[in-house]
């Protein structure tokens, strides 16, 4: 069986030439720039990226009346998180507000807590 890589190429005088080719090896070389993989991940990641949210008086009055029900009930909420071009979804009990420093702490799992400040808040709702 021949190898695929090989290829015999015949010619209209005598000769025959050889062609030998080197398959994936010739593409391997390009795999010496880590840096380069680096700047093509973070370049479609910026892409990706979109802009913060423009949110009315009427959608943060409603966020708060939402956070405020959870808390008075102990019900789950989905906060939609707004950070760096990027809305990411957490889930969890609202455990405090601190109106002072403008952030809400959740309790994501039994004893894990995470502070979230005011205005990264894009989206709340309650899960019942």
Known sequence: ???????????KGMFEM???DRGKIKWNAASFMPEVFK???DMFKDQERQPR???????TEEFDQCIAYAMEYKLTVKLSVWADGFTKDMTGSIHHVDPITHQLRIEIKPGEFERIAFDSVVGVVVLV
């Open 1 to 11: 069986m021949q190898n695929i890589s090989s290829y015999i190429i015949r010619t």
């Open 18 to 20: 050889t062609i030998r």
């Open 39 to 41: 700047m093509q991940r």
């Open 53 to 59: 949210p423009l949110l009315s008086e009427f959608d």
